[in-house]
């Protein structure tokens, strides 16, 4: 049960857009379509901003996307503002009927 | 409004044991598997476990299977965690999660030290 793999990290400027790739295997990524992303900021509490690979809770942005192929989930920001630097996580649902983090990706907004 | 109320958490010797508790409001508690995530200082979210509505179906990260025990109370609304055999490896804020999709909702955490 190892981690998903992200970049540890990515960045960008205002305005532009951003990827971060999660890469698990078939038995959690590729298996499923119970791909989550959460957003935290310093000292703050994860925040849910993708479920299901695809979907935005009510109130997210919809400059936030997510998407799979295979084994690997994307996130990906749209039209960037200072305030989206923050961490980001992926999570999966796996075979073991466990659930398993990425290992953060850490987005600058420069 | 959803409430989740970690408590339970402070300073704990190595080798031993914490009972971590979690109370929640606001919605119905027996609609929702109930998830453990702990994050050591500067690091990532780590999935712990999670339980089921029915009290007994749950499972576990491979890492902490065999000393950490969830459970849950569904006439207190609340879920636990038992935590033994603590080592410095184990200090992390513990957060209290309801789902980990469309129904997500956090606690703000408590925190478990490990230190002689």
């Known amino acids: 049960q190892s981690a998903l793999t992200q970049p540890a990290s990515v960045s960008g400027s205002p305005g532009q857009s951003i990827t971060i790739s999660c890469t698990g295997t078939?038995?959690?990524?590729?298996?499923?379509?119970?791909v989550s992303w959460f957003q935290q900021h310093p000292g703050s509490v994860p925040k849910l901003i993708i479920y299901?690979?695809?979907n935005r809770p009510s109130g997210v942005s919809n400059r936030f996307s997510g998407s799979k192929s295979g084994n690997t989930a994307s996130l990906t920001i749209s039209g960037l503002q200072t305030e989206d630097e923050a961490d980001y996580y992926c999570n999966s649902f796996t075979r073991s009927t466990t659930h398993v983090f990425g290992t953060g990706t850490k987005l600058t907004v420069l | 409004e959803v409430q989740l109320v970690e408590s339970g958490g402070g300073i704990v010797q190595p080798g031993g044991s914490l009972r971590l508790s979690c109370t929640a409001s606001?919605?119905?508690?027996?609609?929702?598997?109930m998830h453990w995530v702990r994050q050591a200082p500067g690091k990532g979210l780590v999935w712990v476990s999670r339980i089921a509505s029915d009290e007994r179906t749950a499972s576990y990260a491979d890492s902490l299977r065999g000393r950490f025990t969830i459970s849950r109370d569904n006439a207190k609304n609340t879920v636990y965690l038992q935590m033994n055999s603590l080592s410095a490896d184990d200090t992390a804020m513990y957060y209290c999660?309801?789902?980990?999709?469309?129904?997500?909702?956090w606690g703000q955490g408590t925190l478990v030290t490990v230190s002689s």
């Open positions: 299901d690979v695809n």
């Open positions: 078939s038995s959690d990524i590729g298996d499923y379509n119970y």
């Open positions: 606001g919605f119905t508690f027996t609609n929702y598997w």
């Open positions: 999660a309801r789902d980990l999709r469309v129904a997500n909702s």
